[in-house]
C-alpha cells in the first residue's frame, strides 16, 4: 500500500511539474491568443495586432520574441518595401494546436452554459 502511494505521489509530483512548465511558457494573457490565431497561418505584425483585440505593439513584439525563443513561432524579413516581418508556428508549436482546440471547445461549452445560467435569473 505504501509503495502504490509512493508512486502516485511521484506521478502527481511529475504532473505537477509538466503543467508548471507549460504555464511558465504560456504565461500571461497573450501567448495563448498569438499561438490560436497564427494555428490558422502565417501573419504579418499588423495583422496578428488586429486579430488580437486590446494587445499593444510594445506587449506583441515581446511577447512574440518569447514565443521565438522557445521555439514556438518563426520570424520571416521579407525583402519588401517597405520591409514586412511576418510570423508563424514553428513544428513545434503546432504541437499546441490540440492543447489550444480543448481549450476553444471547453470555452465555448462554458459560455454557453454561463449564458444559460444568466437567462434563467
Not at 501567448?31 to 504579418?44: D, E, N
Not at 505584425?45 to 510594445?58: N, Q
Amino acid at each position: 500500500m505504501a509503495e502504490k502511494e509512493n508512486l502516485d505521489k511521484a506521478v502527481c509530483s511529475v504532473h505537477h511539474m509538466a503543467v508548471r512548465d507549460t504555464m511558465d511558457i504560456l504565461n500571461g494573457k497573450w501567448k495563448i491568443r498569438i499561438i490560436a490565431s497564427l494555428s490558422f497561418h502565417k501573419k504579418r505584425f499588423m495583422e496578428l495586432i488586429a486579430d488580437i483585440d486590446g494587445i499593444a505593439a510594445k506587449m506583441l513584439s515581446k511577447e512574440l520574441q518569447e514565443l521565438e525563443m522557445n521555439g514556438l513561432v518563426t520570424r520571416s524579413v521579407l525583402n519588401t518595401k517597405p520591409i514586412t516581418v511576418e510570423y508563424e508556428l514553428t513544428p513545434y508549436g503546432h504541437t499546441l494546436k490540440p492543447v489550444i482546440n480543448e481549450m476553444a471547445a471547453w470555452g465555448m461549452k462554458h459560455r454557453k452554459k454561463v449564458m444559460k445560467g444568466s437567462a434563467l435569473k
